[in-house]
């Protein structure tokens, strides 16, 4: 954990306590280093499957920041009594930091999303900060990583770029896997997984409106826009969540009482 900032324990993560305001100026900070930090926004599905898949929960213990990217989190926290700030999101993190990145002439490099979205995001961060240097975009095929020749030359054009830091957008888990197992032969300063990010920013996808981000309502925002590909996640596979809530609640509750 190379993170500097406080951080509460929850759900077995070590989640930072900051805004975004003060995640983005941290995260800006060291992105020069070249050490391959990783950078992890959990929401209540990477949760779910951190608990049913122990590798997983290995690659999440290897981050050098965790936020929380969903709601359902912070309220969580709040609710045990150590609060976190806010969301983190991926989707926020990545503006901020290409506004950081073109003031302190940082370069960016962006893995995943579709070829026909990503680029449109790409030109989109550049026009809201003419400054920026994106050393790279990539957008290779799904799988991509369990084929040796196509991974390689993925990892060999980002070593190549070099860049300070390195957007992973290719979904959970993939996405934390990728960025854990290669973090060291990139030469990239920080390495941050930002799932459907770059849909959003494209305008292709549209996000959910503030007062529903603030209520939590973005995963039902997303349903009905996708169901197809999300009613499963969210309407199946997430529900564990509540099983994992009340036993993480449990576990809180007790160590309290036996610290008092
Ligand atoms: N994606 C990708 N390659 C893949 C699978 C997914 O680039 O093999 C991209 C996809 O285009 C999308 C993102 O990964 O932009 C995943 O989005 P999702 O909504 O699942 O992520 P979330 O934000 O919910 O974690």
Request: hydrophobic share 45%; glycine share 10%.
């Amino acid at each position: 954990m190379e993170g500097t900032m406080e951080v509460i324990e929850l759900f077995g993560l070590a989640f930072s306590q900051v805004p975004l305001s003060e995640a983005i100026e941290a995260l800006g900070k060291r992105a020069g280093e070249k050490k391959g930090l990783l950078v992890f926004t959990p929401n209540v599905d990477h949760l779910v499957l951190i608990e049913t898949d122990s590798s997983y929960r290995n690659v999440y213990q290897e981050a050098d920041w965790v936020f929380a990217d969903g709601m359902p989190i912070v309220w969580f926290s709040r609710l045990v009594g150590r609060p976190l700030p806010e969301r983190v999101t991926g989707a926020d993190l990545v503006p901020g930091l290409c506004r950081i990145a073109a003031e302190k002439g940082l370069r960016v490099f962006i893995l995943g999303g579709a070829p026909d979205v990503t680029p449109l995001a790409a030109e989109r961060l550049f026009k809201m900060n003419p400054r920026l240097e994106i050393a790279g975009i990539a957008t290779p095929p799904q799988g991509f990583e369990n084929d040796d020749a196509i991974n390689l030359s993925i990892i060999d054009v980002i070593k190549r770029a070099s860049p300070d830091i390195l957007f992973v957008a290719l979904g959970a888990p993939r996405q934390e896997i990728w960025a854990c197992q290669n973090r060291d032969r990139l030469n990239a300063g920080i390495i941050l997984g930002v799932g459907g990010a770059f849909d959003f920013i494209s305008g292709r996808t549209k996000r959910a409106p503030a007062w529903m981000q603030k209520l939590g309502l973005e995963w039902l925002w997303r349903l009905v826009r996708e169901p197809k590909r999300l009613w499963k996640r969210y309407l199946v596979r997430d529900m564990r969540f509540i099983g994992i809530a009340y036993r993480e609640w449990r576990k809180q509750r007790s160590g309290r009482l036996g610290t008092t």
